[in-house]
């Protein structure tokens, strides 16, 4: 056992250190801000000390990101597997590629960076509600629907990001699992009018997720800036640069908190791989693929 927890501390010591200094400076941070600015009361629930209320925020993301891979994970999996082969894959024929944990843990940074784009734009959708305006903050405290939309996106970061990882969850089970389907059975393809493909199910799911928390996080971060700027008058130029180059960065900050969701997610790889397999054998999803491309 002590041999067990002893390796996979090596295996994840990079990305430990990186996650342990990033947190260090974040809390830092905080505390300086908390020192310039004093006790700030806005929100209507948490501690009413905007400080403490920030940390408390921001650290409650990795314990809820992990709640959520792992629940969006087991729930998902096999409603993903039901829409690709009962929905959209009449005509493909599916099976196993045979998977194994990678030896070295690589790409936890880029496994968190598209939830954490989702969950950006999902929060800058959901901070426009006025009406969660009126929930979350005190009454005294009234400085207009910029900032009212900036602190509400705030506080909703750990449901969104939640929400992102629960999402990626299933294709991430999904694409470790090795299922995989040809279309060579299709009639456009053995006529020659389309191409023969070989691809992975929870790689299709992750080529639509991917696109689409690149495209929508940038729309959205593009309207957020303008509305910003469009009610805020009097500010100084240095002020609209740092607005323009700090809000981009946003994604990437929520990306190093996730991370540690991505060790979980390796270190469970062999349980998760066979739960999604099971699921798989139910869908009678079983065995290699017998001349994928359709050449014999």
């Not at 990186?18 to 020192?35: E, K, P, R, S």
């Not at 009361?41 to 940390?55: P, V």
């Not at 981009?248 to 540690?260: A, E, K, R, S, W």
Request: hydrophobic residues 50%.
């Amino acid at each position: 056992m002590k041999g067990k927890l002893l390796n996979s501390l090596l295996r994840y010591k990079k990305w430990l250190v990186i996650w342990i200094i990033f947190i260090i400076l974040f809390c830092t941070t905080l505390i300086i801000n908390a020192g310039i600015i004093g006790t700030i009361n806005i929100y209507a629930i948490l501690t009413h000390n905007f400080a403490i209320d920030t940390a408390l925020i921001f650290l409650s993301i990795p314990i809820i990101s992990i709640i959520a891979f792992i629940i969006g994970g087991y729930i998902f999996t096999p409603l993903f597997i039901f829409i690709h082969k009962k929905v959209l894959g009449r005509n493909l024929i599916y099976g196993i590629r045979e998977m194994q944990r990678p030896k070295d843990f690589k790409g936890a940074f880029m496994n968190s960076l598209f939830p954490a784009l989702l969950a950006v734009n999902l929060g800058i959708l959901l901070s426009d509600e006025s009406v969660l305006y009126d929930l979350l903050f005190v009454d005294s405290f009234q400085p207009g629907s910029a900032i009212y939309q900036i602190l509400t996106l705030l506080i909703l970061f750990p449901l969104v990001c939640g929400i992102g990882i629960g999402v990626f969850s299933a294709a991430y089970f999904l694409l470790e699992s090795g299922i995989e389907y040809t279309n060579k059975e299709q009639k456009k393809v053995r006529r020659g009018a389309f191409p023969t493909e070989i691809r992975s199910i929870g790689g299709f799911y992750l080529y639509y997720f991917k696109g689409y928390a690149g495209i929508s996080v940038v729309i959205s971060l593009i309207t957020l800036i303008i509305s910003f700027f469009s009610v805020l008058e009097g500010l100084s130029i240095v002020t609209y640069i740092m607005n323009i180059f700090l809000w981009p960065l946003v994604p990437f900050i929520i990306t190093f908190f996730m991370i540690p969701v991505f060790i979980i997610q390796d270190f469970t790889y062999e349980r998760r791989k066979k739960y999604t397999l099971k699921w798989a054998e139910k869908f009678e999803i079983q065995g290699q693929l017998e001349d994928p491309l359709g050449l014999n």
